[in-house]
């Protein structure tokens, strides 16, 4: 029994060393280039072992995938409830963990991501069911007097979705430093949608930021 529980703890954790593994290794060099071989070998593992965990590389890029959106929930969700931030603090918070966790992404695996079908399929899926929840959190920014009433925010959501890619696949963090694009390009674009109040309100946070 002891035995066996042992190696079903040594299986998870390998699991998870695998998709660790598999995500940086993809993120940083591209899905192409990295091949199930190269993961088992930094993991010191045979090929055969690999695949006895995960059929093939798609359902391993598709783990992987899943697991950097639960993450990225988990942080947002982390800040929303340990804090008890206003809308001002939650949109801001939203664009610093973005630029975050995308800043060390090869751009050439946003687009060789596009090329398979399963996982198209899901991350429409997932921006469709985020879609709606920016839907909501807009509509508690108007009522909360932060946010214009008279904006198309399904227009501002796509543009902003829009404007992330940009800065992503033209690699502009290589260029001008994360927080300059952060103050001059992220900034201006949610002054664009805020109301005096929201204004002031965006002034306060990143001046408590420069402290």
Same mark, same amino acid.
């Given at each position: 029994m002891y035995k066996s529980n042992s190696q079903t703890e040594y299986r998870l954790e390998l699991r998870q060393k695998i998709l660790e593994t598999a995500t940086r290794e993809f993120q940083t060099k591209g899905i192409k280039a990295v091949k199930m071989d190269d993961i088992a070998n930094l993991l010191s593992v045979s090929k055969r072992t690999v695949y006895e965990i995960y059929d093939n590389k798609e359902q391993l890029l598709m783990e992987s995938v899943k697991e950097e959106h639960k993450c990225y929930a988990c942080q947002m969700h982390d800040f929303v409830e340990n804090g008890n931030p206003q809308v001002m603090d939650i949109l801001l918070e939203f664009y610093r963990l973005q630029m975050r966790n995308l800043a060390n992404v090869n751009p050439i695996y946003f687009e060789e991501l596009h090329r398979y079908p399963q996982i198209v399929a899901w991350l429409e899926n997932k921006h469709k069911e985020n879609d709606q929840n920016a839907q909501l959190f807009f509509t508690q920014g108007i009522k909360d007097g932060f946010f214009r009433s008279d904006v198309n925010y399904d227009l501002i959501t796509r543009v902003g979705s829009g404007m992330m890619n940009y800065i992503m696949e033209n690699q502009l963090y290589k260029i001008y430093d994360i927080t300059e694009i952060f103050r001059n390009v992220i900034m201006l674009f949610i002054? !664009?949608?805020? =109301?005096?109040? !929201?204004?002031?309100?965006l002034e306060r +946070? +990143?001046?408590? =930021?420069k402290k």
């Open positions: 002054r !664009g949608f805020c =109301t005096m109040k !929201g204004i002031e309100e +946070l +990143l001046s408590e =930021t």
